[in-house]
Nanobody
């Protein structure tokens, strides 16, 4: 059983930056591909970014390409999401998730993930 705990959310002005962290415990971190999803009120959960277990492959949602960067530190059992040039439409609860799948292209789908964190709120003011 893997436990995931997100941190780093908060209130930021448009154009600002935040870095989210997700600390994993209870499993072999480098055996999991990792992803960040977000869900805004009244909207479906959508993929933000995902990274393969060795960090060599990444994918991004179209709305965040060029602004967000996902990375991981397997020695620290942590995955990060660096968010820059934030926009009000980035406001959402951001979730970290872990997947045992080996198919990176599948990481854009929430159904590919086995474990989820509780989420952290990101609010971008205009």
């Amino acid at each position: 059983q893997v436990q995931l705990v997100e941190s780093g959310g908060g209130l930021v002005q448009a154009g600002g930056s935040l870095r989210l962290s997700c600390a994993a415990s209870g499993g072999t971190f480098n055996a999991y591909d990792m992803g960040w999803f977000r869900q805004a009120p009244g909207k479906e959960r959508e993929v933000v970014a995902a990274i393969s277990r060795n960090g060599a492959s990444t994918l991004y949602g179209d709305s965040v390409k060029g602004r967000f960067t996902i990375s991981r530190d397997n020695a620290k059992n942590t995955v990060y999401l660096q968010m820059s040039n934030l926009k009000p439409e980035d406001t959402a609860v951001y979730f970290c998730a872990a997947s045992r799948t080996a198919v990176v292209v599948g990481l854009q789908y929430s159904g590919a993930y086995d474990y989820w964190g509780q989420g952290t709120q990101v609010t971008v003011s205009s």
